[in-house]
């Protein structure tokens, strides 16, 4: 039966803090991935060490004979052996070291019920340091690889030895360790890995089983979170890309592409190394170039996304301090023999420290963006802290304090989008004010920067045209300030009123108005008919202040037209161009001539559903000066106020008799009928002016008289 693992937390603990340091954002620190910190109670102090059971889990620490020596090969007893307790304080490592080699020595003692000659194995704990192991001198394997012939690269997963038989049969054999650990490890003394390990002896299967089942575990947890981290970065660093390459005006979006890449090139070289797939050693020096990408894209990102510009000279000078600092660590890597190794991490921490500093005081001056960021700062402060003051966590919770700063980052270009968006939204709004959102529907657009320069479309519309009776003399009388304050009065109750009729303004022209009506021509006519009652309804406010009574005159042309963008790449207006605009607008100018309201063409009365639904009445056929066919013209007579529409309705049949003997060339007859429609009702204005024309036609007869008045003005 195989027993349970006696490294069950041991090995998590250890792993797992081993993985957190080698895997770190930070990339300065990738100089120093393998600093074990995790503590052990050392066991009491003396030899030779007693096992107790078959399968025991044992510390490094306490009594050893130590010797520091470049020899690969076993010093003998004769050598100068100095007793020492591990962990080894400073004053004993400055006593023991003399090189990169500490060779440590203690004799093991077997279990009593331990037979003769039994297979044993050890199993150690990774450290930062590579080992050879020894027992009664005779080599029992190497974790790790050892210098001087090949670099130092720790182990990350417990590794099994065979104890040769021979060396068992006595029931003790001697232990001894050739350790290789990073030079600088001596300065810092209690930092130093050797005897805060642990070492596990048993029956060689069962270690076997133990460290089998260790290493699957280990392997599988670290793959998927590494996986998992890889995915995730990989996958910001594709979409933040493609934004990029979508909106290159957002120019802070491809820096933070490049530090997603750079954590997933991180995580990529850390799994790898700890896969063994990769030898250590290049991952140490890939892994701060890889950091290095980062540094260099950090500033970038917090210029442009923060103050909307390239970096200035202090962001700069962090980037040319980042080189500075991390090209020789990508250089010398371990092999640096002094404690410079451990400053340049200290230095790079310095930098991030100002940065951070930098990103908070933008905070306080109310960048909304930079107080995102310093919250993920500041987790980052906590989650180091508490990785520092409680090293042997379950989860390497390191990770979380740069995934929490880089959410900040990503969260933060949220902002600026959204920020960016409401800012574009506001825009378009304004501008919706001057160009019309019909006339961007009408072209098939939602948004007025999908407008191209030249495009245009063909629609049959309604055109509406009005303007204000006597508007020039009006002007005068008023001035500028207050043209413009009677103005704004009376286009504000008037461009409602076509807006709720699904119209929309295409144009203001001085008093006058040109609308257009893309459904139907019954919008336009229900449009103009609430616009000359709303007129009615605020007639005392606007008389007040144009200081006289206000009139207006509608006229509605259906037809074809093209709307479009013309002018030159850097200004561009919307417009209708067409015979159908040009002939709206003299209709628009004959109200005047026939003292009408709202005059409609044949053609919009042929457009619309139910003609009978309103009351019109046929009032001439005229031939517009620049037109070969006539048009014939039709009063709206729902557009009068109530009074003198029903004057004119009970009066309508001898107004269409007149109109009839008009157009036969019956010009007395249709003298009288349009006179008794004048004595009657002395302000039907289309009545008055055929009367006066009937006059002037029996005094001087047309010789090819067709019904039709031409008409030699616009």
């Known amino acids: 039966m195989v027993p349970r693992d006696p490294l069950e937390n041991t090995v998590r603990k250890t792993h797992y803090s081993m993985v957190r340091n080698t895997a770190r954002l930070l990339p300065a620190l990738t100089t120093t991935p393998l600093l074990l910190l ?19 889990t044992v510390s490094l620490s306490g009594t050893w004979r130590a010797i520091s020596t470049s020899s690969e090969a076993l010093p003998p007893d004769s050598a100068k052996w100095v007793e020492v307790t591990l962990p080894m304080d400073k004053a004993a490592i400055k006593r023991v070291y003399r090189s990169s080699h500490l060779w440590l020595s203690r004799e093991i003692r077997l279990p009593e019920n331990t037979p003769p000659g039994s297979r044993l194995g050890i199993a150690f704990v990774p450290f930062a340091a590579a080992v050879e192991a020894f027992a009664n001198g005779q080599p029992m394997g190497t974790v ?195 404690s410079l190794v451990l400053i340049f991490p200290l230095l790079i921490t310095a930098s991030y420290i100002g940065i951070g500093l930098w990103v908070i005081a933008l905070a306080f001056r109310g960048n909304r963006e930079a107080r995102t960021i310093a919250v993920g700062v500041f987790a980052v402060v906590v989650v180091d802290l508490y990785t520092t003051l409680r090293p042997a966590t379950l989860f390497p919770v390191g990770w979380i304090g740069w995934l929490l700063l880089l959410f900040a980052m990503a969260a933060s270009i949220a902002q600026r989008v959204v920020r960016s968006r409401d800012e574009l939204d506001a825009s378009h709004r304004a501008a919706i004010r001057f160009v019309p959102k019909g006339f961007l529907h009408t072209l098939g657009r939602e948004r007025l920067q999908e407008v191209t320069y030249g495009e245009a479309r063909q629609q049959v519309m309604t055109v509406l045209f009005s303007d204000i009776r006597g508007f020039t003399t009006l002007s005068e009388r008023l001035g500028p300030e207050e043209t413009f304050a009677f103005l704004n009065g009376y286009l504000g109750h008037m461009q409602p009123l076509i807006h709720e009729h699904r119209g929309f303004v295409a144009s203001y022209l001085g008093d006058g108005i040109m609308a257009l009506f893309p459904e139907t021509a ?79 063409t044949g053609e919009t009365v042929s457009a619309l559903k139910d003609p009978a639904m309103w009351n019109l009445r046929e009032v001439d056929r005229v031939q517009v000066k620049g037109k070969d066919l006539p048009v014939t013209l039709y009063e709206v007579l729902d557009a009068l106020p109530t009074i003198h529409r029903d004057t004119r309705l009970a009066s309508s049949d001898l107004f269409s008799q007149g109109v009839d003997a008009y157009r036969q060339g019956r010009f007395p007859e249709a ?44």
């Open 144 to 338: 790790g690889k050892m210098p001087p012939n090949e670099p130092n690269v720790p182990f990350f997963l417990p590794r099994a030895f065979a104890v040769p038989p021979e060396a068992t049969r006595a029931g003790r054999f001697t232990l001894t360790l050739r350790v290789w650990q990073i030079p600088t490890f001596k300065v810092l003394g209690t930092n130093s890995p050797v005897g805060r390990g642990l070492f596990l002896v048993g029956p060689l299967e069962e270690i076997r089983v133990v460290v089998a089942k260790r290493s699957g575990h280990s392997m599988g947890m670290a793959q998927m979170r590494l996986v998992f981290l890889m995915i995730l970065f990989g996958a910001g660093a594709v979409l933040f890309l493609w934004l990029f390459l979508r909106r290159r005006e957002q120019t802070e979006l491809l820096p933070f592409a490049v530090i997603c890449l750079s954590v997933v090139l991180i995580g990529l070289l850390s799994l790898l190394a700890f896969m063994e797939i990769l030898d250590l050693m290049v991952a140490i020096r890939l892994m701060p170039a890889a950091g290095l990408l980062h540094l260099l894209a950090l500033p970038e990102f917090l210029s442009r996304l923060l103050l909307s510009r390239p970096p200035g000279k202090v962001l700069r000078g962090f980037q040319v301090y980042s080189l500075a600092s991390m090209l020789p660590i990508m250089v010398v890597g371990p092999y640096f023999e002094t």
């Open 38 to 56: 995790v503590l052990f109670a050392p066991p009491a102090k003396g030899q030779p060490l007693i096992l107790k059971s078959a399968t025991q």
């Open 522 to 600: 019954d919008d336009a006519v229900a449009a103009c008919v609430a616009m000359a009652s709303a007129l009615r309804a605020h007639g005392g406010e606007l008389e007040a202040k144009a200081g006289a009574p206000v009139a207006a005159g509608m006229g509605l042309h259906t037809g074809p037209l093209m709307l479009g963008t013309i002018g030159g790449l850097e200004r561009m207006d919307c417009t209708v161009i067409g015979d159908t605009v040009n002939l709206a607008s003299r209709v628009e100018s004959l109200t005047k001539r026939y003292g009408a309201a709202l005059l409609l």
């Open 671 to 714: 003298e009288m009928l349009f006179a008794r429609l004048t004595d009657s009702d002395p302000g039907d204005g289309a009545a008055q002016t055929l009367r006066d024309r009937c006059a002037e036609l029996v005094e001087a007869p047309p010789v090819d008289w067709e019904g039709v008045t031409r008409l030699h003005e616009k």
